[in-house]
């Protein structure tokens, strides 16, 4: 193991029942980094990242946390791990009947002793990172996809998380408001000092912002590399890899 992990995935095996959708998964994802989960539909990506966030349990090998495994821990311990993690999936990220402003104070409601004007100064921070200061009494139907998708990041680091987690942020989006929302993830991720890992289709988005990343292959239902994506876009031995950060048509020899 990496002296610097910060995770570290071992002998991972992900699946439902007794499918195997990703099995022998090791990497390392370190501090700050922005790490990206590739490949292509239906590889296993949201399996993996669900595995990760304590709400599939894996069926082989383990996740380690700063040395912790979320599934082996006891309950206070399983808490205190899930409030140091900003977690946003592509559906159901904000309460409908709900306002903004109450949307993002819901985690500090629960999870902290904060009192009601240091949660609403909290919220209003929150929301200006995030390009929404003055929309706090807004309610999730009258924003657009962007703004649905910025409010949903607000409410993910409302608890100031060590670690963050995105599946498909910017799906739906305008190649703008990806752009946009890309510059977003690396501002907050530098402002709160965040560790990040996306799952997501978004080629620019990936070899932009893109720390490291791992490609899922879903012919051989394991990985076949992982590193820097604008590395692994010339260089990986895996033609596969290759083709996917090119986006070519055909699988080059390597
Ligand atoms: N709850 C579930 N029960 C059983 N099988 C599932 C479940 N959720 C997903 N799967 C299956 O697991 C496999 C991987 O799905 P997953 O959603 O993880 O892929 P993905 O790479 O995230 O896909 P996409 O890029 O299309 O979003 C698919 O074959 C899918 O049908």
Redesign the pocket.
């Known amino acids: 193991m990496l002296d610097d992990a910060f995770i570290s995935v071992r002998n991972l095996c992900v699946?439902?029942?007794t499918?195997e959708?990703?099995r022998q998964l090791t990497f390392d994802i370190h501090k700050n980094d922005i790490f990206f989960v590739i490949?292509?539909?239906?590889?296993?990506?949201?399996?993996?990242?669900?595995s990760m966030v304590g709400l599939l349990t894996p069926l082989k090998g383990e996740v380690r946390y700063q040395g912790k495994n979320f599934y082996d821990a006891d309950e206070p311990a399983q808490v205190a791990m899930l409030k140091d993690w900003g977690i946003t999936f592509?559906t159901g990220a904000l309460f409908s009947s709900m306002s903004l402003a109450e949307n993002v104070a819901l985690p500090l409601q629960l999870y902290t002793d904060l009192s009601e004007r240091q949660i609403a100064e909290a919220v209003a921070y929150k929301l200006a990172l995030v390009g929404l200061a003055g929309f706090e009494k807004f309610y999730p139907a009258e924003l657009s996809g962007g703004m649905h998708k910025r409010a949903g990041l607000a409410r993910a680091i409302a608890l100031d998380p060590q670690l963050l987690f995105f599946?498909?942020p910017s799906a739906g989006l305008d190649p703008i408001s990806c752009m946009r929302l890309d510059h977003l993830i690396v501002q907050i991720c530098q402002a709160l000092d965040s560790t990040v890992i996306i799952?997501s289709?978004e080629l620019p988005s990936i070899l932009s912002i893109g720390t490291r990343c791992v490609y899922?292959d879903?012919q051989t239902n394991t990985m076949l590399d992982c590193g820097d994506p604008r590395e692994l876009k010339l260089n990986s031995s895996q033609p596969r890899v290759r083709q996917f950060l090119n986006r070519a048509d055909k699988v080059e020899a390597s």
């Not at 490949?39 to 669900?50: A, H, I, P, Q």
């Open positions: 699946g439902y029942g499918t959708v990703q490949g292509g539909s239906g590889c296993g990506k949201t399996t993996l990242l669900k592509q599946d498909e799952v289709h899922l879903n």
